[in-house]
C-alpha cells in the first residue's frame, strides 16, 4: 500500500507506529506554476538584496569601474560577472540592468557557471531582458552543467512543466536529483514527493535507499530523516526500531520541529530501553557521518568533486 503524503504537522498512527510524515512545502508540490512563480519572486528579491550589500561605497566608484571595465574588455569573467553586478544592484554603476545582462552575457559565453546562471534568471523572469523562457533554459542548462544547483533545481522544474523545453519527467528528475544531492532544500522536498507519488526516480527502490543512505551518511539532516522513517516503517529496508530511532536522532540535531517531533514521538511509542539503544546506535553512526563530511570537505574531494 502506498503511503500518503499529509499535511505539515499531521500524523497517522497504526497500532504504536508513527506511519508517516511529510513536509508540506512549496518544493513538495511538483512545481505548480503558482508556488513556483512566488519562489522566483523571492529569488529575485535575495539577489538583488545580496548584490546591494556587496556593492560598498561610492567613494571609489569611478576607479573601480574603470578597472573593472578594462579587464572586462580584455576577457575577464570574474570582472565581467562583478561589473554585471554592479550594474545590477545599481551603486557603484548606474541602475541598468540591460547593462548587467550584456556583460554577464559576455561572461557566460565563455563558459562562466556563474553568469551563466543569473542571465538565465533574467531571461526566465524578463528582468532587464526580454522574457524568453527557452533562452533562460538555454543558460540554466550551462550553469547546471557546471555544477550550480540553483540552475539545476530551475531547469527541473522547467522540464517538469514543459516550460521554454518539451515536458520530461525523466530529465526533470535528472537535474532534480542533482540539485538534491548538493543540498538544494527545494529540490530535496520535490524529490520527496515525487519519490512518494510512485515515481521510479532512482531505478528501483534499492537504489533510492542507496541515494538516501549516501546522502544521510553525508550529513544531511532530510535525508537522515527519511532513512529513519524507510526503517520504521520497514519501506525499502527491513523495518528496525534501533536503527530507525538512530536516524531519527541525527536528524533531530538539525533542531527541525518536524523532525524532532518524530524521534520524541517514536520514542515515546518505543519504550525507553528501545529509546536507549536508538541513542546509542546514533552516536555510532555519527562517528562515520563526521568522518564522511570531513572527507567531504577536503580539498582533495573538493578538486575532484562535483
Known amino acids: 500500500m502506498k503511503t500518503a503524503v499529509l499535511p505539515r504537522g499531521s500524523w497517522t498512527e497504526g497500532p504504536g507506529r508513527v506511519r508517516h510524515i511529510a513536509i508540506n512545502s512549496n518544493g513538495l508540490s511538483i512545481f505548480p506554476p503558482r508556488l513556483f512563480g512566488i519562489q522566483v519572486v523571492i529569488l529575485a528579491a535575495a539577489l538583488s538584496v545580496a548584490l546591494r550589500c556587496s556593492a560598498g561605497t ?12 578594462t579587464k572586462a574588455e580584455a576577457g575577464d569573467t570574474a570582472a ?3 561589473l554585471g553586478e554592479l550594474y545590477f544592484a545599481g551603486e557603484k554603476a548606474p541602475f541598468d540592468k540591460a547593462e548587467a545582462a550584456k556583460w554577464y552575457r559576455m561572461a557566460a559565453d565563455q563558459g562562466n557557471t556563474k553568469a551563466a546562471f543569473l542571465l538565465g534568471f533574467m531571461c526566465e ?14 543558460w540554466y542548462r550551462q550553469a547546471a552543467e557546471g555544477g550550480d544547483s540553483r540552475a539545476q533545481f530551475l531547469l527541473a522544474s522547467m522540464y517538469a512543466r514543459g516550460d521554454g523545453v518539451a515536458q520530461d519527467m525523466a530529465e526533470s528528475a535528472t537535474w532534480l536529483l ?14 520527496l514527493k ?16 542507496k541515494w538516501f543512505r549516501n546522502a544521510a ?17 520497514g519501506n525499502g529496508v527491513p523495518k528496525d526500531d534501533v536503527e530507525a530511532l538512530a536516524w531519527l536522532n541525527l536528524s533531530a540535531s538539525a533542531g527541525d520541529h518536524d523532525y524532532v517531533k518524530a524521534r520524541d514521538t517514536l520514542e515515546a511509542e518505543l519504550g525507553a530501553s528501545v529509546a536507549l539503544r536508538g541513542q546509542e546506535r546514533g552516536r555510532e553512526l555519527l562517528k562515520h557521518v563526521d568522518i564522511a563530511a570531513a572527507a567531504k570537505d577536503s580539498p582533495a574531494v573538493a578538486q575532484d568533486g562535483q
Do not use: W
Open 58 to 69: 561610492a567613494g571609489n566608484r569611478a576607479a573601480q569601474l574603470s578597472d573593472l571595465r
Open 194 to 209: 515525487r519519490y512518494y507519488s510512485g515515481e521510479n526516480l532512482f531505478g528501483g527502490k534499492a537504489e533510492a535507499v
Open 80 to 82: 565581467q560577472v562583478q
Open 217 to 233: 551518511g553525508q550529513g544531511q539532516a532530510f535525508a537522515q530523516f527519511q532513512l529513519g522513517l524507510m526503517y520504521s516503517l
Open 178 to 191: 542533482k540539485a538534491a544531492q548538493q543540498g538544494h532544500a527545494a529540490a530535496q522536498a520535490a524529490l
Open 125 to 138: 523572469v524578463g528582468d532587464g531582458v526580454p522574457k524568453y523562457k527557452v533562452e533562460a533554459a538555454k
